[in-house]
């Protein structure tokens, strides 16, 4: 139908495709060592590249991150670039977003995409976690920790002195699924489980860039945007044992 004034009415906002990622079951238990170097992780696909939702001005410094799991263990890998790398504090739920860090936001049941987890992480093994039991507007759990949760990570360059110019730093972490349990379904998952989740990074003293996995629809930053999250789907297929060479 023609509008009033004589031209096309506006085209229907277009719906927002979240996007996908299919995580390979690991064959056997990982290493946790910050090397990425086992070929589960090698032969698992990245999840793509990261946006810059809010991005007005500096080098955009890309990621790649990679997830696996088994019975036990959510695993991530990420690799960020970073010319000058922050990372000071390794006190539990500390001052991690003034570092460099890395944000893994999860919603375990896909029934129930507003209740989720964030746990965030820096190179030095900081952890600052927590829970929404009822969405992003109201108040977060009063206290809620992660238990067991292993992170090791490295860094090509130097900490915390922006005179030089550095590469690049990478953690890698298991997440017990056992933390999840009281939202999520059946514990362990099953192969062909979804869950809802974002991937975020953010933070450093210099050039502190926002990027993310799935973007979000917020005019300023803001990674509380469970609407907007993607998707894991767990797969049955397995990523190969031992170490590549």
């Known amino acids: 139908m023609a509008s009033l004034s004589g031209g096309e009415p506006p085209a229907p906002a277009a ?23 086992e070929a589960a992780w090698f032969a698992a696909p990245h999840v793509g590249d990261f946006v810059f939702t809010w991005w007005k001005e500096g080098r955009k410094e890309q990621s790649r991150v990679k ?17 000058h790398i922050t990372a000071r504090h390794t006190e539990r739920d500390g001052k991690i977003p003034e570092d460099d860090c890395f944000e893994l936001m999860i919603a375990p049941n896909a029934a129930q995409p507003n209740i989720y987890f964030n746990i ?10 927590n829970f929404r039991p009822d969405g ?7 206290k809620w920790d992660a238990e067991g949760v292993r992170i090791a990570g490295k860094y090509a360059g130097t900490l915390n002195d922006d005179t030089d110019v550095d590469r690049s730093w990478q953690v890698e972490v298991a997440i017990p699924w056992r933390n999840f349990a009281a939202v999520a379904g059946p514990m362990p998952p099953r192969p062909g489980t979804v869950m809802h ?38 797969s049955g297929q397995t990523s190969p044992v031992g170490t590549a060479q």
């Open 15 to 37: 719906v927002y495709q979240p996007p996908h990622y299919t995580v390979l079951r690991a064959a056997a238990p990982l290493t946790i060592d910050g090397q990425l170097d």
């Open 67 to 83: 997830l696996l799991w088994d019975d036990e263990f959510l695993y991530l890998g990420a690799w960020c670039e970073d010319a």
């Open 120 to 129: 965030e992480f820096n190179v030095l093994g900081g952890i600052l976690d």
């Open 136 to 142: 992003p507007n109201k108040p977060r759990a009063p």
């Open 197 to 234: 989740a974002n991937l975020n990074r953010h933070g450093g003293k210099t050039n502190p860039q926002y990027s993310q996995w799935s973007r979000a629809d917020t005019p300023k930053p803001s990674f509380h945007t469970p609407e907007r999250f993607g998707r894991f789907t767990l």
